[in-house]
Nanobody
Framework: QLQLVESGGGLVQAGASLRLSCAAS????????MGWFRQAPGKEREFVCA????????YYVDCVRGRFTISRDNAKNTVYLQMNSLKPEDTAVYYC?????????????????WGQGTQVTVSS
């Protein structure tokens, strides 16, 4: 089992920044590709971005590209999501997820482990 714990969410105004963290434990973190997803009230969980095991490859959904940055520190077993220029439509519960395999994926069903989520609220 791989345990994932997100932190760093909060209430901010539009235009502000937040950095989310996801700490992993239980298995070899560096062998997993990692993803961030989000779920707004009344909506389905949606893909935000992903990073491969080494950090050398990333993938973003169009609506966050250029504003969000995913990164990882395998020595600290942690993946990060730096969110800049936040918008009210970014309001959601943000989840990190892990999957084995060699390619980056955007479907939630292809991820094996999930964290509990952290709330991000952006006011206008």
């Amino acid at each position: 089992q791989l345990q994932l714990v997100e932190s760093g969410g909060g209430l901010v105004q539009a235009g502000a920044s937040l950095r989310l963290s996801c700490a992993a434990s239980g298995r070899t973190f560096s062998s997993y590709n990692m993803g961030w997803f989000r779920q707004a009230p009344g909506k389905e969980r949606e893909f935000v971005c992903a990073i491969n095991w080494s950090g050398g490859s990333t993938y973003y959904v169009d609506c966050v590209r250029g504003r969000f940055t995913i990164s990882r520190d395998n020595a600290k077993n942690t993946v990060y999501l730096q969110m800049n220029s936040l918008k009210p439509e970014d309001t959601a519960v943000y989840y990190c997820a892990a999957r084995s395999g060699s390619t980056l994926r955007r479907l939630a069903g292809e991820y094996d482990y999930w964290g509990q989520g952290t709330q991000v609220t952006v006011s206008s």
